[in-house]
């Protein structure tokens, strides 16, 4: 008994191993898509180049010298359509237009053509779900005009409510933004539904003429030289054609006008909005045959990884290129190795195999900077984490400087959703604050007395110039990870992950015939060894490694020894820090497949029920 529990123990052990790898070198050869690092750019916050106070497009082309330094492959500019801004540009009165505080149509193209003279490619926004109640098309719809008339979601009223007088929505659908997603129209005498703003109406995606209409501007930016789109709120796109109620949460919500007080069993993630994805792919893929340039779709959808990963589809329904995965942008100062290793696993486990491309994010414009929600420490320490991992990366401009969240006082405000809430402390102000490229006034993003927000105000010691000077700067670090992720171990490698300890967390990258590379973050606020005895032994490394690179924070220096199953002490890693080691050799064994390993532990299990 005692042989068999041995032999399994043993087994178990190289089956949950087996398990934790991703990648394969004998896999199909990768798109450029498929390894990219995305930079985030907020183009109010970016770089003002009129004086005006507020970023733009011109401001963005005087900064792509330092993005493409930076080593990223991809420029991702947030909305700058025509709107009014009743929530920062995702309410668009004209997809074709550019709004005049942004630039003009002359500026985008000389911007694009920057973009890909460096090498670099172009991602915009496309809000498909809404658009402005000042658009065209609604105004068009309210009138009953064709073929605009059921360009959006219109319903009649239940009657008039005896007490209040108003009249009485559809059914209870509730806004994300909280209260009754439907909106009386006078002018029509019907609702209209909103999953957002009550001035960003929906738009009745299930109308062909809609999703033409959607097609064409699609097209109309493809023909201007874009690369790919982020598609917002992809998982509201549909709504059910039934009208029904949603259910509640419990029964003590029943009547509450919370949105998470309801189970929106018509109102998101409905199956026809995957058909819809499908359509758009076939779109970009079709347009990429024109001249064998692929260009790319991702979505955003913040929901549970069995839900997201419906956006992949498969071999031979494709959907999205790859959906953004929001599991690390809620860690916290209290999150533990277990944690983050639970969300690794819960993107690359789920992943479908033949078509599945990991998508990392730690910070974006909708929720606190990486910094300010784990600490600055830690910013060397989780970019690495990041960057080196498989798949696709995306940067929120500033992290790369371990840029913190500004402090926006309440009359300071410019969001005018609240963040969706009625709590005042949600506000997306804080994030969203002017990139810091120097210690002048208003860190030399802008030449205004004040810029549209308050920068933070660490902005003197924390900018751009200040750490290009300083060989052991965040920024530095970030670039010399940078060229790491060009590496083939990283672009091409395994992935195997160990949890050393409650803090302490590791993860190689491993391909035949390549040093290999290991990853260790302290998660922790106390100084912690990084014994790995079982990772060292599972993961074929050596008992010593030497240091890559290391965080600030870490002590460590390039060429450092570190100790990872030493008998008499293994290296210790400061609170917070990070480090990222070499075997300074190949010492990887030959990729397995998953199918061959699966065998293997499946005779190996066999063999010990007859010990």
């Not at 920057?114 to 090498?119: C, E, K, L, P, T």
């Not at 031979?316 to 290793?341: M, Q």
């Not at 606190?368 to 320490?381: E, G, K, N, Q, T």
């Not at 924390?462 to 670039?479: C, E, G, M, T, Y």
């Amino acid at each position: 008994m005692k042989i068999f529990t041995l032999c399994c123990r043993e087994a178990l052990l190289s089956f949950a191993m087996t398990f934790l790898i991703f990648g394969n070198t004998e896999a199909k050869q990768k798109e450029w898509w498929e390894t990219t690092t995305i930079y985030q750019v907020y183009p109010r916050s970016f770089k003002d180049s009129d004086g005006d106070g507020i970023g733009d497009l011109n401001g963005i082309y005087e900064k792509l010298d330092y993005i493409k330094d930076l080593g990223m492959e991809i420029i991702w500019i947030q909305p700058f359509y025509r709107s009014p801004m009743d929530d920062l540009g995702y309410d668009v009165a004209n997809f074709n237009e550019i709004e005049p505080m942004f630039g003009t149509m002359e500026d985008f193209k000389r911007l694009v053509a920057g973009i890909h003279d460096r090498g670099m490619k172009v991602m915009l926004d496309m809000t498909p779900n809404h658009v402005s109640d000042q658009h065209e098309w609604f105004n068009l719809s309210v009138n009953k005009v064709e073929p605009y008339k059921d360009y959006f979601i219109w319903r009649d009223s239940k009657g008039i409510d005896e007490k209040t007088k108003k009249q009485i929505p559809p059914n209870n659908w509730l806004s994300v933004f909280g209260g009754s997603g439907w909106t009386w129209n006078e002018k029509r005498q019907q609702f209209y539904f909103r999953q957002f703003s009550a001035k960003q109406p929906d738009l009745n995606v299930r109308n062909p003429k809609v999703r033409q209409a959607l097609d064409d501007v699609f097209v109309y930016w493809m023909d201007l030289g874009v690369d790919g789109f982020r598609v917002d709120a992809i998982r509201h796109l549909i709504e059910s054609d039934n009208f029904m109620d949603e259910p509640y949460v419990s029964k003590e919500l029943e009547g509450s006008i919370l949105y998470d007080s309801m189970e929106h069993i018509y109102t998101r993630d409905q199956e026809d909005t995957y058909t819809v994805v499908h359509e758009w792919r076939q779109l970009m893929d079709e347009y990429s045959l024109r001249d064998n340039k692929t260009r790319i779709m991702v979505t955003e959808a913040y929901c549970d990884e069995p839900e997201l990963v419906k956006y992949f589809g498969n071999d031979t329904y494709k959907k999205t290129h790859f959906p953004f995965y929001f599991g690390f942008v809620k860690l916290n100062r209290s999150s533990s190795a277990k944690e983050l290793d639970q969300k690794t696993h819960a993107m690359i486990d789920l992943m479908p195999p033949e078509i599945g491309v990991a998508n990392w994010v730690l910070s974006n414009h909708d929720n606190s900077r990486l910094a300010s929600r784990m600490s600055p420490a830690i910013v060397d320490a989780m970019n690495m984490f990041e960057l080196l991992l498989p798949g696709v990366a995306s940067v929120y401009y500033g992290d790369e400087i371990g840029m913190t969240d500004s402090i926006v006082r309440q009359d300071q405000s410019r969001d005018p959703q609240n963040a969706g809430t009625t709590d005042l402390s949600l506000k997306r102000d804080p994030e969203r604050a002017p990139m810091q490229w120097d210690d002048s006034n208003n860190a030399g993003f802008t030449t205004n007395k004040t810029a549209w927000l308050p920068l933070s105000p660490d902005y003197y010691y924390r900018n751009v110039k200040k750490q290009l000077a300083d060989p052991n700067s965040h920024l530095n670090i970030f670039k010399r990870i940078m060229g790491l992720r060009q590496s083939a171990v990283i672009q091409n490698g395994l992935l195997q992950t160990c949890v050393l300890s409650d803090w302490v967390y590791m993860y190689t990258r491993k391909l035949d015939g390549e040093p290999t590379v290991g990853v260790i973050v302290n998660l922790g606020s106390e100084s912690e060894p990084a014994c790995a005895k079982d990772c060292v032994q599972y993961f074929d490394l050596p008992d010593v490694m030497h240091v890559h690179t290391g965080s600030i924070n870490s002590g460590y220096k390039p060429g450092d020894e570190f100790a990872l199953n030493s008998d008499s002490q293994c290296s210790i890693l400061r609170p917070k820090a990070g480090v990222v080691l070499t075997s300074g050799k190949s010492s990887a064994a030959k990729p397995t497949s998953i199918f061959l390993s699966s065998f293997s532990i499946i005779l190996i299990l066999v063999l010990c029920l007859f010990r």
